[in-house]
């Protein structure tokens, strides 16, 4: 008999939980206010041919180019234009109230020397350091736009080369898999920072060297319809697609990326530097956009720290990826994921439907100096890197309040691989509308609260969901 009554019990408070939380009608009233609310206005033409830059896909054209973009600025602003032909560049300074206009038959061919890309302030993975210029930099300025229907190829191969040939030859041996890829400084293609106003419009972009379009530190950008490819010259290490990064009121649509990593990206910061900074990425919408190959359509993490929050992305396409969402941290991050919605997503061929985890690539995550090296003469980024969380408290990250609906899925291995944390449990997880055919159907362990409503599940294997040290769980489904 008591067994009968906690069976009805849970049975209660489940359907109570449902019920709560099918009354519940997300706010999506923010959306609106996402992305730039204005474009360089000035139809002036500076014509890069004006200033020196020729087309040939041999000379140097860094200098020219960056003459008629400052010419264009001390004007007022306008457009600064190609003639059809290949031009290759190292690092340009984009500037306000300035359009860079690469339009077809126009190609930016990434310089292949480091010495093209000066270190400048930013922050890379999470942590605030020196690093290369990106290929094309919107560094505090407002009102920018890098449009047209040309081509940038970065022909990034060049640091592929260096961050392999470090790690195999020297770092990987000596136990410094978490320093290498901080070390081994990349070059990345787009790099909007501390920015507002701004727009990347149509683009494609190729080979990029690290990760190819990251928004750091800035509010109101759009990034519309912008494809990528990164996998021609062979595939690159950590060659993200599109990353935002403790950014805002960010808007991006109708993209098509094919990458050798995260596909969209979420960050807000890593351990305890990104828990210094402590600036979210939130109100961010992803929209009617594909991915092909790479390491996920959506990830949040793992660089949680400075919490990621408020993200509505619908209508979009994973085939080939390695996971449909990807939400990851590790137990010296912190911050807090929650409120984000993933809707109207169609999934083929994709490794993991839903991948939860915050104990991510340990190896990876997690610092330690290994005998024989001096902590005084150290870099500096890797004292900051091996700078303990305190309390460790702080570092536990915290998923919670995910909305996952109007899934359509086949060719997938697992359906759910997702663990918490005894300390902290995955919590208030829906999912609503499924139709999945798997391998498996997967594994939970250390959840709460997480509710399925008409959800249906082909697993080849015919076992149900292994679900462990998890409580308040609404998990039927066909």
Known sequence: MMIKRMTLLFTLLCALVYVQAQQTVPDFSWVAKTGAKKFPSSSKVFQTSSYGAVGDGKTLNTAAIQKAIDACAAKGGGIVAFKPGSYVTGALYLRSNVQLKIDKGVELLGSQSFDDYPEINTRIAGIEMKWPSALINLIDVSNAA???EGVINARGKFCWDKYWNMRRNDYDPKGLRWIVDYDAKRVRTVLVQNASDITLKNITIKNAGFWTVQLLYSQHVTVDGIVVRNNEDGKGPSTDGIDVDSSSWVLIENCDIDCND???????????????VNR???YVVIRNCIARKGGGLL????????????????DLVGKGTGNGLHIKSATTRGGTVEDIHFRNIQLDSV???FQFTMNWNPTYSYSALPAGYNYDSIPQHWKVML?????????TPHFKDIYVSNIRATGINKVVNAAGLPESSLQGFHFTDLDIQAHTAGDISYAAGWLFNNVIIRGADGKPLQV??????QLEHN
Request: glycine letters at 10%; aromatic letters at 4%.
């Open 262 to 276: 995260d596909d969209f990206c979420l960050k807000a910061g890593r351990d305890w530097d990104g828990l210094r």
């Open 387 to 395: 700078t303990k969380v305190e309390p460790a408290e702080k570092g």
């Open 351 to 353: 490794k993991t439907a």
């Open 280 to 282: 979210p990425t939130e």
């Open 299 to 314: 990830t949040l993490g793992s660089e949680t720290s400075g919490s990621i929050r408020h993200v509505l992305a619908t």
């Open 468 to 473: 462990t040290n998890s409580k308040e769980m």
């Open 146 to 148: 890098v449009a047209g």
